[in-house]
């Protein structure tokens, strides 16, 4: 077992709220995809929580630098706030594509891509939670990311694939490939924080 908290409290409350700003942005998102009602807010609020993010990132890497002593090795705490700001800056992205391309309204696949990006994200803030507590709690936050990647690879790879068969407008194709695959890219990026986690998980346990 490990523990954040004894050595560095910051470090824990900041990958915390780095959590949060995160599944913010993500619930955002799959509201949109939900409701679809004024998604030029929407991706505002969205960019505005990335800011706040990339200031909770640039925190973490200041305090890092300022501390000789750090709980986990630093390049562990260094991955772990760049996977987390990675998932919220493709969140803004998905949002930015719907906006830019002047989408008219999600499609199914987008919808249910926005349920599995949300969960992911809740899991990895379960699992930043969970850091310095048991393995095997930390390790079943990670196998649930882990399955949810999978289904996200499996539902975008059927999305584009009925797109190629079905749209005839090759600009549509092009625009919804696009968003499809950042949807794909967030999950990845969810899995990226979900290794680390594991391998933290690994050296301290």
């Not at 969205?46 to 200031?55: F, R």
Request: charged share 30%; glycine share 4%.
């Amino acid at each position: 077992m490990f523990a954040l908290v004894p050595r560095e409290v910051a470090f824990l409350d900041m990958f915390q709220n780095a959590a949060r700003n995160m599944i913010e942005g993500s619930r955002l998102l799959k509201e949109l995809m939900a409701e679809y009602q004024n998604p030029v807010q929407a991706a505002s609020q969205i960019k505005n929580l990335e800011h706040l993010g990339d200031e909770i990132t640039h925190d973490i890497i200041r305090r890092l630098n300022q501390t000789f002593i750090t709980p986990i090795d630093r390049e562990d705490i260094h991955g772990l706030a760049g996977a987390v700001d990675d998932i919220l800056d493709a969140v803004e992205a998905i949002a930015d594509r719907f906006v830019i391309f002047e989408i008219a309204g999600p499609s199914p696949p987008a919808i249910a891509l926005s349920k599995i990006l949300y969960d992911s994200s809740i899991a990895v803030g379960a699992g930043i939670d969970l850091m310095g507590q048991r393995h095997l709690d930390l390790n079943e936050c990670c196998v649930r990311i882990n399955s949810l990647e999978n289904e996200a690879d499996r539902l975008t790879r059927d999305a584009i694939s009925k797109l190629f068969h079905e749209e005839k407008d090759p600009m549509a194709i092009i625009k919804w490939k696009e968003i499809y695959e950042t949807f794909e890219e967030a999950t990845d990026r969810c899995e990226d924080a979900a290794n680390i986690l594991e391998r933290i998980a690994l050296k301290h346990n």
